[in-house]
């Protein structure tokens, strides 16, 4: 956490022009991405998915597929890389880091009343405890909206900063719920607030609330990330989850991000997607673009 | 953890401005080794008998043969024009003359991606540009004044217009075509004839254009474009059957067209040129207001008359914003105009980068200081680096002359009646630029600022139905929307 003295007045977070916003994302899906610059786009994207199975039936004998499948994600396509982590919900930590073993791949739970966050904070802070004992690398947190949308700044900032002194070595993600926020200043201070609270990712939402992740969101946030970056000098890795589902969407995120934070972000240390179907339209275009010809989706594995 | 400030950290965009080559299918445009005069509904040879090149100027390559109309040739447009307007034009149903205005643009749409990729090789402008905004633009202007055509009574209620006769149209090489639908769409509308010349560096989209209005069946000779430079356009001013002048281009140049129709009952418009001002306050959305002065200034490599070549930057965000600046600069792609992700392509011809490169020198020897984009730019063919200046003051040449490139002049201000009066303080005042998160500030601006358009919280938007022109030495009309029209009619 940041000393006090340094911490600024959220509720003086910089403005945030709807039309400008929305223009400057629309800028970046109009960069062409061809050839090797397509191919290496792709398989960093592959690299930075956070494969997600968050589901109230999810099971030991599900996660364990998945996790496979993290590690083996195209066979059929020799030298690629795997994702970079599996995101469960804390009871499946113990599964996913068994079955993912040395591989290298994180698991990241969701901890804190994973997705409304109405809880006290006691169980909050049991809940992410639980989670990093089973063996979780990263936690991924929920704001409380409620208290944010109340103007209750400092509650959320001392429950972010509860939350990550619990996480102890696992890095912190906190999710926004942006399509909760709704507009793009309190998008903005919302993101001010996590990082000032101590923060290593800041992420756009649960997937359980639409919209979730969107291109204006998630440059509002990467902004935000720059300026803590000039201000600190440290530096915040980017989460857009749900709603990314398709490769040349997530070429544009990885334009809009080279564009904003510059090649030092472009890694999973410091940008991941949460989507569960990413995956599979990245590998047809992957094919694709070796033989020249889509594939049908049969021939792309379902966990 | 580190709590320190830390101004040396820098971020790295290397790796954002070196894609992957995305060039734009040169083959689906069909450019002529040669191209004659378009007079009477007809390409004819010139009575001059001579030919001029037009080159690319991202490449110097040669792209064509352009025909150039001597005073004989002007002579007979305007005569064609005359007939035309006497024999057929003026007579016919304005929801006739409707159809034939609305035929161009369904055309101009058909054949968008052509005419796009010939703008492109022939001015330097990046495709994205030509693709998004200049053609589509082109298209829109003939749309909205074919509408107007035979609404003209809603126009000027309880008044009686009639056409002015025969309008010769003078256009620059920053928006060739989007300038000649400009022209041509309001005067057609209203009823007149036109004889129109392009710059003599880009003619291909105005000639493409005639191709058009050829196979959109116009009535013979109610446009005529003919090609040439200097000396053609002096001609088609100083013609006598001419009723009307519309100019867009220098200052220079439109004080010698004001002087020649002196005394004279030809009546004028002229779109000249500008020093915008772009005012950031500190309560603005910085990043986005840094967005819109990137796209006030490099936007068609600052071949805009209402470029925002002038910045002022509240004191207090001074700093930031300028580093936001820098940043941005870093990740604009200047390179090959035909390639898709191109930010800034060619300068339009060698004497323009002449003059830019020449503002440059001045701005350092005043000492003022300068920062670059680190980009590579092409060895071939006429680029600018994305340049801006900061330690500039009010009686720096840098601020107050027109460069027309991609050149940025930066400077603080500190109170609302100080920015009025600097951002006033010019002979031009064609637009400005402000931006605050506070609306009663942005009418207070606006009534204060001595420009045609003000923008707030966004630059360099154009729409059809919105009028565009000066005040002061930006010249004296106004283009587009309602407004527009009335540089076509007598009132009566």
């Not at chain 1, 899906?29 to 090797?36: A, M, V, Y």
Request: glycine letters at 8%; a positive charge; aromatic letters at 8%.
């Amino acid at each position: 956490m940041i000393a006090t003295k340094t911490i600024p007045d959220f509720s003086l977070s910089p403005h945030v022009d709807q039309v400008g916003i929305e223009e400057r994302a629309s800028r970046f899906t109009k960069r062409s991405i061809k050839n090797e610059t397509k191919v290496n786009g792709l398989k960093l994207a592959l690299n930075m998915i956070d494969l997600t199975t968050l589901e109230g039936k999810d099971t030991d004998g599900k996660v364990k597929q998945l996790c496979y499948k993290a590690l083996h994600l195209h066979d059929a396509y020799p030298g690629l890389p795997t994702v970079a982590a599996i995101c469960v919900y804390p009871s499946m930590v113990k599964v996913a880091k068994t079955a993912l073993g040395d591989s290298g791949v994180k698991v990241a739970a969701v901890a804190t009343a994973f997705p409304s966050g109405q809880a006290p904070r006691d169980v909050k802070i049991r809940d992410t405890k639980y989670a990093v004992q089973n063996g979780a690398d990263e936690i991924d947190m929920v704001i409380s909206r409620g208290k944010f949308l109340q103007g209750e700044y400092n509650f959320v900032f001392d429950e972010i900063a509860a939350i990550k002194e619990a996480c102890g070595e696992a890095r912190l993600k906190v999710i926004l719920e942006t399509g909760e926020l709704v507009t793009y200043d309190k998008v903005r201070r919302a993101s001010d607030i996590a990082m000032y609270a101590g923060a290593d990712f800041i992420k756009t939402s649960t997937g359980k609330i639409s919209p979730a992740a969107t291109m204006p969101v998630t440059l509002v946030m990467l902004e935000a990330i720059r300026d803590f970056y000039y201000k600190t000098g440290k530096k915040i890795a980017m989460k857009p989850a749900g709603g990314i589902s398709k490769a040349k969407l997530a070429l544009h995120y990885l334009v809009m991000l080279n564009e904003v934070l510059g090649e030092d972000w472009m890694n999973n240390e410091w940008f991941r997607f949460g989507a569960s179907s990413l995956a599979n339209d990245i590998l047809m275009q992957l094919m694709k673009q070796r033989t020249g010809v889509y594939q049908s989706a049969n021939y792309f594995s379902i966990d | 953890m580190a709590t320190k400030k830390n101004n040396t950290i820098k971020l790295k965009f290397d790796s954002a401005r070196n894609l992957a080559p995305a060039p734009e299918s040169k083959s689906a445009a069909k450019i002529d080794p040669q191209y004659e005069l378009f007079i009477n509904g007809k390409f004819e040879k010139p009575q001059s008998k001579k030919y001029f090149p037009t080159i690319n100027p991202a490449t110097e390559e040669k792209l064509s043969m352009i025909a150039e109309a001597n005073g004989a040739d002007v002579n007979k447009a305007v005569t064609a024009a005359r007939n035309a307007y006497d024999k057929t034009w003026k007579k016919m149903p304005p929801a006739e003359r409707a159809k034939y205005i609305y035929r161009i643009a369904r055309m101009l749409q058909e054949r968008a991606r052509e005419f796009a990729i010939i703008e492109t090789l022939d001015g330097g402008k990046p495709i994205r540009e030509s693709r998004d905004f200049d053609v589509p633009t082109a298209a829109n202007h003939f749309f909205y004044y074919a509408g107007w055509a035979d609404k003209l009574e809603y126009a000027f209620p309880n008044r009686r217009t009639e056409p002015l006769g025969v309008a010769g149209q003078i256009i620059p090489w920053n928006f060739p075509l989007l300038m000649a639908a400009w022209k041509i769409a309001p005067a057609l509308a209203c009823g007149n004839t036109v004889v129109l010349k392009p710059a003599e560096n880009t003619s291909l989209t105005a000639l493409k254009l005639a191709e058009i209005i050829q196979e959109a069946d116009l009535p013979p000779g109610v446009v005529n474009i003919i090609t040439g430079a200097g000396a053609t356009g002096a001609a088609i001013v100083n013609h006598p059957g001419i009723n009307k002048i519309a100019f867009t281009g220098s200052t220079e140049v439109g004080k010698i067209i004001q002087r020649a129709i002196a005394g004279t009952n030809k009546k004028a418009t002229l779109e000249l040129g500008g020093k915008a001002a772009n005012i950031i306050f500190d309560d603005a959305p910085l990043d986005q207001a840094v967005e819109g002065v990137i796209n006030g200034i490099f936007f068609n490599q600052g071949h805009v008359c209402c470029a925002g070549s002038r910045l002022y930057v509240q004191e207090s965000v001074f700093k930031q914003v300028v580093r936001k600046l820098k940043d941005r600069l870093e990740t604009l792609i200047v390179g090959d105009p035909i390639d898709k992700n191109t930010d800034i392509g060619a300068i339009n011809s060698r004497a323009q980068l002449d003059i830019i490169n020449k503002y440059i020198k001045i701005g350092i020897q005043e000492g003022a200081e300068m920062y670059q984009s680190s980009c590579a730019i092409p060895k071939k063919g006429f680029f600018c680096r994305p340049t801006i200046f900061t330690n500039v003051a009010q009686s720096n040449r840098i601020a107050q002359e027109e460069i027309f490139g991609p050149v940025l002049a930066i400077q603080s201000f500190r109170t609302d009646d100080e920015v009025i009066e600097k951002a006033n303080n010019t002979p031009y005042g064609l637009s400005a630029g402000v931006w605050t998160d506070k609306g009663s500030k942005i009418f207070n601006m606006t009534t204060k600022l001595r420009a045609g358009v003000v923008w707030a919280n966004t630059f360099n938007k154009f729409d059809p139905s919105s009028p565009f022109g000066g005040y002061k030495e930006s010249g004296y009309g106004r283009e587009g929307g309602v407004h527009g029209l009335n540089a076509y009619v007598n009132i009566v």
